[in-house]
């Protein structure tokens, strides 16, 4: 398995929003949706080996957590806009008290980072960050869970507990890339190590 | 500079799609949205080196060519809806006799595949194919112009006229990647092999 964790520091945790202004009134969905995209799609199927995590901490409900599952997600078209309306619905019928399967493959429910990261401790974890080992120096593990942030970086704190829990901090190189872009060069970075490996 | 082409096999002729439906009756109009996005974006900046370019080939008035020139566009947002307002406008203000800057830094006429390609003979083509040479095996130029289907493979003729013209075929692996992919990947991919150069 490889999971992606892409923080959403100020998307909205009520479905009130215009899908139309996923960049304004959603805070920033749209990184949100784009990361989804990079995380799951391939060009005639999804990655059924990935699943996708954000955690919404933008008003007036946070934080709010969302799973997607690659191997059971169904029916979601690759735009951002088809992909915002099936978080919106994760939103709206998000349940204070239970776990909740929204649609297809994608879930939603009250939990904090830490406890995200707690629920996955079998994982290896990698923390994207400009100051960390380039990635061709790092072994990435066949059960990784990449963390990152969107505009902003992570707070002291929840670089803390990724550090409790062994997170490695991997660079890219020097270039400051878009979430999304980092997800998508990470997928297929990977998929050229594995097909490699099993060729030598 | 670097160069990205990725056709548009059914991109509509006529600005009278709505935006809500980019991925319908705009004629996946959202696959070139995020190859715009994947070609030009970095987290607080645009690639000023690099040019994006696409034909339209939908209905009613083929083939429409438009070309982002990332050292002068301005305004455009990284979100998917954002970025087909500014395709809608360079359809909306094509000008059958002349080349057009429709916004800044964007500019659509008419123009042919063939013409395209002898407007840029000084770059060097590659051609992104499943058949082709692993990318690791091809030294990629300074100059480099990537051409890339949508949905659909380039056709017989087209993938003749890059052959006229040199171009080589070069693969990113066993796996097919929507365009939006190949092409983040590539931009990471060739910023990793440049900073890796100025260290050798």
Redesign the interface.
Known sequence: MRHFYVKSTIGKTCGDFN??D??GGAGRL?IIA?SI??AL????SLRRDVNFHTILFGEPNPPIYIEIVGDKVRKV??????ITIFIKKAIERFNEGRFTQTTPGIYSGRRTFDEMIEKHKDCDFYLLSEGGADISDVGISDNAFFILGDKEDLTAEEIAVCEKYGAKKVS???????S??CI??L???L??AT?KKSVD
């Open positions: 899908l139309n996923t960049a749209d784009r995209n990079s799609w391939l060009s005639h078209q690759p735009d951002e806009r088809n890219l190189g020097k270039v400051p890339y878009l999304s872009h998508g060069f997928n297929v970075y998929d050229r097909e």
